[in-house]
């Protein structure tokens, strides 16, 4: 039998090493294939908390003496909106909002959060409700794929109350260009 050179060997077996390395390196690094349940917040405008006025805090003593008079609330003004064609949710985010600030997500995925959370905050800014979608769940994704011709994670559009999206924001926005976006989107 032919005896292998001890170069060879050792070549061989840094190989194997380095292959084993590689291999158990993917299999920390990549996804898990365990269930994270990470919460992505979905907010509506019925969710939203209604703040208190800040001159109550801050008024004088006496002049808490005096019951005041509750100021009467207006009823919220809800057009009626066409189906837009996107996921009900979104029609009724049209109802209470001139323009909404859609952004698509798969849950659990980190980089989605950080863009919900930047779209979220870019919505705020520039006066635009918020939604966030689950890419995920197949009769958000169907009727996505119907308004749209391609659908990518995470990405911000920008929906005016006539369904019309006026900004599709592929990959990472930050939340000045959602703003910027969405600011655009009311004049």
Excluded: W, Y
């Excluded at 905050?121 to 635009?128: C, N, P, R, Y």
């Excluded at 197949?138 to 006026?166: C, H, I, M, N, W």
């Amino acid at each position: 039998m032919e005896k292998i050179s001890l170069p060879v060997r050792i070549f061989a077996v840094v190989i194997v090493l380095v292959g084993l390395a590689g291999m158990l390196a993917m299999r920390t690094m990549g996804p898990s294939d365990d269930p994270v349940a990470v919460p992505v917040p979905v907010k509506t405008p019925a969710q939203t908390p209604a703040k208190a006025p800040a001159k109550q805090a801050t008024q004088p003593a006496k002049s808490a003496a005096r019951p005041a008079t509750p100021a009467k609330a207006k009823p919220p003004v809800n057009p009626v909106v066409p189906p837009s064609g996107f996921p009900v949710v979104v029609d009724k985010a049209l109802r209470q909002h001139e323009v909404v600030v859609v952004s698509l997500v798969v849950p659990g995925a980190r980089v989605d959060e950080l863009a919900a959370a930047e779209a979220e905050a870019g919505a705020k800014l520039g006066g635009a409700g918020f939604l966030a979608l689950n890419v995920l769940n197949e009769g958000v994704a169907r009727s996505l794929f119907a308004k749209l011709d391609s659908v990518q994670d995470p990405s911000v559009l920008v929906v005016k109350r006539s369904g019309e999206v006026v900004v599709e924001l592929t990959g990472f926005a930050d939340r000045e260009t959602v703003a910027q976006a969405a600011a655009s989107a009311s004049s």
